[in-house]
């Protein structure tokens, strides 16, 4: 994906509850949302080492996309009913 600081701005989503508390934020773009949820998985290094393709949930995260490990790629999907 082309992003671009002049990209026209996103439409902001309400966030749900779980979501907010990992994102820091009650509204954001699909784009930011994802931005966001990436700096949090680095700093609370919820990336399995062997695998960084594996996201192992923290405690907050799990609200989102559930206890068990997760493919990156599944992450899209188990975000949309926390948002909008």
């Known amino acids: 994906s082309k992003t ?3 990209a026209p701005k996103q439409k902001a989503y309400p966030l749900s509850d779980a979501l907010q ?3 820091g934020a009650a509204e954001l773009s699909r784009p930011e949302v994802t ?3 990436w700096d949090y998985i680095k ?3 919820c990336q399995d080492p062997k ?5 192992i949930p923290d405690k907050k ?3 989102v996309i559930g206890k ?8 899209a999907g188990l975000l949309n009913k926390h948002i909008g």
């Open 4 to 6: 671009k600081k002049t």
């Open 21 to 23: 508390e990992v994102v």
């Open 35 to 37: 931005k966001k949820l």
């Open 43 to 45: 700093a609370h290094n």
């Open 51 to 55: 695998n960084k393709r594996r996201i």
């Open 61 to 63: 995260l799990a609200k």
């Open 68 to 75: 068990e490990p997760v493919d990156m790629l599944k992450l």
